[in-house]
T-cell receptor, first 115, second 113 residues
């Protein structure tokens, strides 16, 4: 069965610093991979997705992620963090089961931004 | 823009009550999902539906049921609410293609007293 590990529960960075959030997945085939962000009291918003092709994908709000098959990783990066990026971030792997796509989520990483 | 609307942002119910959580989407999506979100556990899939009147169990279906009578509406039912069902509940929808993301509502924070 597929699984997703986000090893960092909490991360604190200073505004303007670079950011990398880690995500490792377990899945037998080529995965569909997603990063979502959740602001307090809100639902999840899609940041970016990977299905095939270029392993470096660009998303909204200046985020990017790199798929590394050899490491089973899909880490999220941003070169310069803004205070408004403080939120919880979820990595997910999608599996297509014939009738539709299911997502398996990691436990999330809470990002705090220091001014 | 996809809109997934959950009927209540906050809900307080009593132990033993039958509770209905409603979700409506406006994008004609075939697939709809119910998750619960708890601190440190991420999102866990309760039930999902690939089409009208179809439902499948997710990872934690115990104590829950669902109803999908119309394509745009997916209801989560707590048959007899218990305090361990206090949680944030999130609804999502998507088209059936494997490479399509799920779109989420803002969630219902449910407290069972």
């Amino acid at each position: 069965a597929q699984s997703v590990t986000q090893p960092d529960i909490h991360i604190t960075v200073s505004e303007g610093a670079s950011l990398e959030l880690r995500c490792n997945y377990s899945y037998g085939a080529t995965p569909y991979l997603f990063w979502y962000v959740q602001s307090p009291g809100q639902g999840l918003q899609l940041l970016l997705k990977y299905f095939s092709g270029d392993t470096l994908v660009q998303g909204i709000k200046g985020f990017e992620a790199e798929f590394k098959r050899s490491q089973s990783s899909f880490n999220l990066r941003k070169p310069s963090v803004h205070w408004s990026d403080a939120a919880e971030y979820f990595c997910a792997v999608g599996t297509f089961t014939g009738g539709g796509n299911k997502l398996t989520f990691g436990t999330g990483t809470q990002l705090k931004v220091e001014l | 823009d996809v809109k997934v609307t959950q009927s209540s942002r906050y809900l307080v119910k009593r132990t033993g009550e039958k509770v209905f959580l409603e979700c409506v989407q406006d994008m004609d999506h075939e697939n709809m999902f119910w998750y619960r979100q708890d601190p440190g556990l991420g999102l866990r899939l309760i039930y999902f539906s690939y089409d009208v009147k179809m439902k499948e169990k997710g990872d934690i279906p115990e104590g829950y049921s669902v109803s999908r009578e119309k394509k745009e509406r997916f209801s989560l039912i707590l048959e007899s609410a218990s305090t361990n069902q206090t949680s944030m509940y999130l609804c999502a929808s998507s088209s059936p293609a494997g490479n399509q993301p799920q779109h989420f509502g803002d969630g219902t924070r449910l407290s069972i007293l």
